[in-house]
């Protein structure tokens, strides 16, 4: 059976949506596993990094690293 892939605009507001019930998400590992739950292509993994990217770029979700080099994503206020 045929999935259809998520889209980059879907993974951003699932971005939003994570960030928005939990303060802080460390790693893009531990918030691709919440926005996407079960990857069906390298696409949708794809598709999750660039609507990450994007919502950094637009000052949506921040960056900051911790002081034991880990990257920690939270969402502006």
């Not at 949506?17 to 918030?31: D, G, H, P, W």
């Not at 993994?45 to 880990?70: K, M, W, Y």
């Amino acid at each position: 059976m045929m999935h259809r892939t998520r889209t980059i605009k879907w993974c951003e507001n699932r971005i939003v949506q994570v960030l928005s019930k939990k303060c802080q998400v460390v790693t893009y590992l531990a918030l691709a596993a919440h926005v996407l739950e079960n990857v069906q292509s390298l696409e949708e993994d794809r598709n999750c990094h660039r609507a990450l990217t994007n919502l950094l770029s637009r000052g949506i979700v921040t960056q900051e690293i911790t002081q034991d080099g880990f990257p920690v994503f939270r969402l502006v206020k």
